[in-house]
């Protein structure tokens, strides 16, 4: 597991409370904020987005998105900030399998409290064991990480 620096920590911790200011969540009332840190180190935030229809996008899927829109695919690190003091937010199942598509298992999971204070650190690992993920698929020569074979020209 790599962890972050007290710096990165800072800034992620920052851009994470500041995208879950800007949640849209009217109503659950519960905003969460998510910054992710990729391999090249740019910062990627996100936050849920509610709709009267009860399907939500959520602030790890928001930021998972960013990420991919601009062309990068491996996580690094994670901040969360939930909306309260009592208790700490940690992604949800869904996010779980999605963060797995792009991380490893060993992905440091940052839980801050309400304030932006320190929380506590969980892997991936810990919070999704005996995960599926990309190396599952490519055993069967699917995927992103599956080796793929030139297909061979036909003969006209």
């Given at each position: 597991?790599?962890?972050?620096?007290?710096?990165?920590?800072?800034?992620?911790?920052?851009?994470?409370?500041?995208?879950?200011?800007?949640?849209?969540?009217?109503?659950?009332?519960?905003?969460?904020g998510a910054a992710l840190m990729t391999k090249s180190g740019r910062v990627y935030a996100g936050c849920n987005v509610?709709?009267?229809?009860?399907?939500?996008?959520?602030?790890?899927?928001?930021?998972?998105?960013?990420?991919?829109?601009?062309?990068?695919?491996?996580?690094?690190?994670?901040?969360?900030?939930?909306?309260?003091?009592?208790?700490?937010?940690?992604?949800?199942?869904?996010?779980?399998?999605?963060?797995?598509?792009?991380?490893?298992?060993?992905?440091?999971?940052?839980?801050?409290?309400?304030?932006?204070?320190?929380?506590?650190?969980?892997?991936?690992?810990?919070?999704?064991?005996?995960?599926?993920?990309?190396?599952?698929?490519?055993?069967?020569?699917?995927?992103?990480?599956?080796?793929?074979?030139?297909?061979?020209?036909?003969?006209?």
């Amino acid at each position: 597991m790599s962890r972050l620096s007290p710096l990165e920590l800072k800034r992620m911790t920052r851009a994470a409370t500041e995208a879950r200011d800007n949640a849209y969540a009217p109503y659950s009332d519960h905003p969460v904020g998510a910054a992710l840190m990729t391999k090249s180190g740019r910062v990627y935030a996100g936050c849920n987005v509610e709709n009267a229809h009860f399907n939500c996008t959520h602030a790890e899927a928001s930021a998972i998105s960013a990420m991919i829109s601009a062309g990068e695919r491996d996580i690094r690190a994670i901040v969360i900030v939930g909306p309260a003091m009592e208790y700490l937010c940690t992604p949800c199942g869904d996010c779980r399998q999605r963060l797995r598509e792009f991380a490893k298992p060993d992905l440091p999971i940052y839980s801050m409290w309400k304030d932006g204070s320190f929380g506590h650190i969980l892997t991936l690992e810990k919070l999704l064991p005996a995960s599926f993920g990309p190396e599952n698929l490519a055993e069967v020569g699917h995927g992103p990480l599956a080796k793929k074979t030139p297909k061979k020209k036909k003969k006209k």
